[in-house]
C-alpha cells in the first residue's frame, strides 16, 4: 500500500496558487518525498522532489514540514494544462547504495477551470 | 533526443494469447519497471529489473513474464494465465548510480484490449 494519503480531488481556478496537501506520517530518515502528475492517458512526469529543506523548480514548489510528516506541491499560477492526477510517493533513497521503488496511491485530480 | 519508447500505443488482442509489449530506452539507465493502471487508479508494479540478466516480481507479477537481454530493452509479456489483462501499461526506467535523481521517466503507455 501507498505510504502517503492525498484528497482525492481538488480544484482550482486558472492563474491562481494550486496547493496539493499530502500526509506521510509514517516516513522515515531515509525517505524523500516525490511529486508526480499524469496528464490523462499519458505516462507520469516527474515534477519535484526533496528530503527536509522546501524546494523549488521551474514547475512547482515542495514545502515539506519540520517533522517531515505532511508536505505540500505549490503551483504558483495553475492553467488549464496543469488539470492533471497528482501524486505524492515517498521513496527511500540511500547515497551508494540501494533505492525503494516507487510506489503510486490514487493521487488528487486537480482540476483547473477557467 | 535521449527517452523510453513503448510500442505499440494501442493493441488489440484475443482472449487465450499471449502478446509482448515492447519498451526501449536509450537514457543509460541501470534500472526498468512495468506497470500496469486501472481506469481511476493508482499504477501497480509487474516487475522490475536494476541489472541485466536480472529482474524481481512486483506487487502483481502473476501472469506476466520479463526479460532483460539488453540493458536498453525490457520487454513485458502478458500471457494468458492474466485473468484480467486487459489495462493501461507503462514502462518506466531510472538510473541507480547517482542518488537522489529525478526518479523514474516513464513512457508514453501501451493500452491493451483483450476481445
Known amino acids: 500500500d501507498a505510504k502517503t494519503t492525498q484528497p482525492p480531488s481538488m480544484d482550482c481556478a486558472e492563474g491562481r496558487a494550486a496547493n496539493l496537501p499530502c500526509n506521510h506520517s509514517t516516513i522515515s530518515g531515509n525517505e524523500y518525498v516525490y511529486w508526480y502528475r499524469q496528464i490523462h492517458s499519458q505516462g507520469p512526469q516527474y515534477i519535484i522532489h526533496g528530503l527536509k529543506n522546501n524546494e523549488t523548480n521551474e514547475m512547482a514548489s515542495l514545502i515539506i514540514t519540520e517533522d517531515r510528516k505532511s508536505s505540500t506541491l505549490i503551483l504558483p499560477h495553475a492553467t488549464l494544462r496543469d488539470t492533471a492526477v497528482y501524486y505524492c510517493?515517498?521513496?527511500?533513497?540511500?547515497?551508494?547504495?540501494?533505492?525503494?521503488?516507487?510506489?503510486f496511491g490514487k493521487g488528487t485530480k486537480l482540476s483547473v477551470k477557467p | 533526443d535521449g527517452g523510453i519508447t513503448q510500442s505499440p500505443k494501442y493493441l488489440f488482442r484475443k482472449e487465450g494469447q499471449n502478446v509482448t509489449l515492447s519498451c526501449e530506452q536509450n537514457?543509460?539507465?541501470?534500472?526498468m519497471y512495468w506497470y500496469r493502471q486501472d481506469p481511476g487508479q493508482g499504477l501497480r508494479l509487474i516487475y522490475y529489473?536494476?541489472?541485466?540478466?536480472?529482474?524481481q516480481k512486483g506487487d502483481i507479477a502473476e501472469g506476466y513474464s520479463v526479460s532483460r537481454e539488453k540493458k536498453e530493452s525490457f520487454p513485458l509479456t502478458v500471457t494468458s494465465a492474466q485473468k484480467n489483462p486487459t489495462a493501461f501499461y507503462l514502462c518506466?526506467?531510472?538510473?541507480?548510480?547517482?542518488?537522489?535523481?529525478?526518479?523514474?521517466?516513464f513512457g508514453s503507455g501501451t493500452r491493451l484490449t483483450v476481445v
Open positions: 537514457l543509460n539507465h541501470d534500472a
Open positions: 529489473s536494476q541489472i541485466v540478466n536480472d529482474f
Open positions: 518506466a526506467s531510472s538510473n541507480l548510480r547517482h542518488t537522489p535523481n529525478y526518479g523514474y521517466t
Open positions: 510517493i515517498v521513496r527511500v533513497v540511500v547515497y551508494g547504495g540501494s533505492q525503494g521503488n516507487l510506489i
